[in-house]
């Protein structure tokens, strides 16, 4: 509960925020949908979890979200600026939801940060699949480059010119 208060801090701008962060253009950064209690999201992980079978209690430092960035390459940075805001908030809003179907859980928070050096989203989800799985369990290597496969399938749906970086 303690870090996904932080990451909320940290996106959404609540208190002091890093040198980085350019406070003259916070203003500016885009909130694409509301927020839902933390509490209330962490019955429904506890909810998933004893549906699921498990029995034992939750940890009292198990995850509640699990926090995710969508951000471009230089060149791919350029191409999605020259997209109107709209645009660029319907291709975020695509990418994050897609990412959480593919993972079989929620979309819990997405902003649009315009106040560092480049453009860049910050997304959580709820940290358990609807199976009863933390994510982090249910997820493996392949999977996180079948996320990114996906994140360069749905931003060529809004910029044909951006490519899939290249695998590591």
């Known amino acids: 509960m303690s870090k996904a208060k932080f990451q909320r801090r940290h996106d959404f701008r609540i208190g002091a925020q890093p040198a980085y962060v350019d406070g003259d253009r916070t203003a500016l950064n885009r909130h694409l949908m509301p927020l839902r209690p933390l509490p209330k999201i962490q019955r429904e992980n506890e909810a998933l979890r004893k549906r699921a079978g498990r029995t034992r209690k939750m940890k009292s430092n198990a995850a509640v979200v699990t926090a995710g960035i969508i951000t471009f390459g230089h060149i791919a940075q350029e191409v999605f600026n020259n997209l109107p805001d709209e645009i660029q908030d319907r291709a975020f809003m695509e990418l994050a939801q897609e990412f ?41 290597l392949s999977d996180l ?11 060529q749906r809004y910029a044909p010119e951006i490519e899939r970086g290249n695998k590591k």
């Open 145 to 155: 480059a079948a996320l990114q496969d996906l994140a360069a399938v749905v931003m």
């Open 100 to 140: 959480a179907a593919y993972l079989k859980t929620t979309l819990e928070a997405l902003v649009v940060h315009l106040d560092e050096t480049a453009i860049h989203a910050h997304f959580t989800m709820r940290a358990y699949n609807d199976d009863g799985d933390p994510i982090s369990n249910a997820t493996g």
